[in-house]
């Protein structure tokens, strides 16, 4: 049996943000965050001020480099997502709270012109797109009390509390930090076949993880412990085709709107993973064995070497021997 440890701890190299990369996303967020509080400290001096607060997948450290695409004017964009919340605070005796369209547009007006791309009004947030294709989700977040709410532009006001989530995960993963790595790899798999096939739709990364903690196996081994969680994650989904959310609002489905289309598109997509990693554990050559996952990973999964442990082995040996040979007495 080939063992691709080594190969997946090189796919985690590529596909994660390394410090240039964390950095030149950090100078973007903060140029917004600026930019807005410019802005209501001279457009909105009487109103709450907003606070800020980063969430998802960065502050999480499982963000995944994702694989550059091309516009139609042929210019690559690498398409980073980073959430930023804005809280406004209820300031004490007093209800500041405002309809939601009022925040939205408020939070839209203060950053119109940031980027040569005009913002774009979502459900849940602002989404500022920068030139090179990442972009920023601004959602906006009222909070009374220990009450957090999002200003949900078709819901209404909706209980939800990322922060409570962030720290739910980081308590998960600084029990095991392979636990990240398997986010990132179900991410990097994620973005693969959603490049490869535009009509793909795949679960949110915000899913995954739930389903990576709710379904975690470790091992010393990252190609075992990748192996054995997409397994568990098929099972359970397999069983019960749902995924519940583990902090407020706490219970809620985030599968709740698949049509039957999508959910059977992603399970057929999921059996196919864990057919070939079980495939790529059971094949004894590296190369073929890589090859398998590579369906899934596309090529910046490394391509192992056309040999089998045994040959490795042999190879070893020889070169040992061969040093040995060459340096007869001990120095």
Known sequence: MATLHKEYTSFNSTVSLNKNKKDSLIKSRNSLKDKIKKYFKEEKADELQPKFWEQGSFAMNTTVNPIPVKDDEDNTHLKYDLDYGIYFIEKEDEDNKKNID???NWIYNSVENHTDNPPVRKTTCVRVIFIDGHHIDLPIYY???DDIELAHRSKGWIES?????????????????????IVRYLKAWKNYRETK???LKFPSGFAFTILAVNNFSSNDRDDIAFKET???INKTLDSNFECLRPTTPTGEDVFEDFSETRKNDFLIALDGLVKDCQNAFEEKNFKTASEYLQKHFGDRFPKGKNE??????KRLSSALGATLASKPYAE
């Open 143 to 145: 909070k009374e009390n």
């Open 102 to 104: 009022t925040w939205h």
């Open 161 to 181: 509390d990322p922060k409570e989530f962030l720290q739910w995960f980081n308590e998960k993963a600084k029990e095991n930090q392979q636990l990240r790595k």
């Open 197 to 199: 096939n535009s009509n």
């Open 230 to 232: 997409v397994e568990n």
């Open 308 to 313: 089998t442990e045994e040959d490795k082995n």
